[in-house]
């Protein structure tokens, strides 16, 4: 048999077996399928209509049972669970108005609870600083509506310490947070029997920085003036101790002054310690000569903070502990530390003011004139003789006015009466409020009744007061 005979019988084999192939894939395999649900027997009508429709209308019947009692429990407890709800929202109001309260530092100037209390403030008029009266904030909502202290608080006082808070002012608090501390606001809002109960000791306050008023603005005039001094004295003083830095850092730092931890203060290396007879860190030579460094600084250098606590330290050779602010035993090493700081707040402090001293010299003078033109004017001073006219002459009743209105109304009426008794000016002078003198309460308001109206109620924005004011 040839090769092509081989090949033709392969290739009819071929054909043939892919023929079949094709054959056994094209037939369909029948499947036995279940009988559709619609075709197949579910049950017979007695078992249906009976058992079955029975357990159907008894489940029917217990679930309408149930649905009749939950329904008027709910129906019943609702009411009370959103009442609950919109509490717990007050209350996590209130627990974030006083988380901002804190952060934000509310505190440092109206007192931790809100009470009232001071804030550094430069007075535009003299260019002096001095502690701005911050008012209460715990009866804030009896004077102000919610929506204008809402507005104090997105904006700020212009003129005064208090800034922006809110977004809008340029503050870091978004609309929630300012309703927050609204909140927390009314949160510790004093009852209204107690603010009028604090009526007798506001006046008493009143009275009583009137009675001061002399000795205080005294005192503050000596505190200016001794300022002067201390200006004029600053070049002898930095002559004498403006290398007080130099000498304290080459004792810690010399070769047989130094140690390796005093060196390390200044981030330097000890080449050649010297003896350390108490192990704490300090040479006895650098105890000694800190010792004598402190107290020449001390007796030359202006009053102040840096001296007050360079004041208590003392180094002794035997001895590895020196005193700290309050009376603290501290480590000399920790000491040394301390002389570090406060000496250079010494040296530093005396070089800013010779290098300024036309420009700070010209505004202490300034300041000072201002504080002896308050003392000789006295404009703070009610004629309380003149003022017991309008009483019948009851002088008591003159004073009482007098101490209602500087305790109450005199913060918005009289100018620079916040900043201080030295900064204020002729009661009812005008501030954040329009001016009270000329009869210009009258001007608005011919009758009597009117005024006394509108100084109970308050005035609303947009809503005309008197005869036109808005």
Partial sequence: MGTGAVVLGLAVISVLAWVGFLAQRSRVRRRHEADPLNQSFFMDDDTMETRRLNGILSSALVATVVLAIIMPVYYLSESGRQEAAAARFDEIAVERGHEWYLEFQCGDCHGPSGGGGGADFVEARSGLTTSWAAPSIDDVLYRYTPDEARFW??????????PAWGAEGGGPLNEQQIDELLAYLDHITISQPEMVGQADSKVDLALARLVGADDSVAALIERQQAEIDALAAAPGQLDLIGDATDRLEALLTNPATCTAASAALYSLPCDDPGADGDGDGLTDAAEIGLTGLLAEVIATAPAGDPVLVLQPLSFDPANPYTTG????PIADLEGAKVAITEVDNIVRNLNLAVANADLLAAGAAKGLAFLEEAA???????????????FDGDAAAAQRAAGLFNGYCARCHTAGYSAGVAFTKEAGSGAFGPSLRGGRSITQFPEFEDQLDFIIEGSENGKQYGVNGV
Avoid: N
């Avoid at 608080?153 to 208090?162: E, K």
């Avoid at 602010?325 to 603290?328: C, I, K, L, R, Y």
């Avoid at 703070?380 to 309008?390: I, P, R």
């Fill in 325 to 328: 602010s309050g009376g603290t």
């Fill in 153 to 162: 608080l997105v904006y700020g006082r212009a003129g005064t310490p208090m």
């Fill in 376 to 390: 000789a004017a006295r404009r703070w001073a009610f004629d309380f003789e003149s003022l017991a006219d309008a």
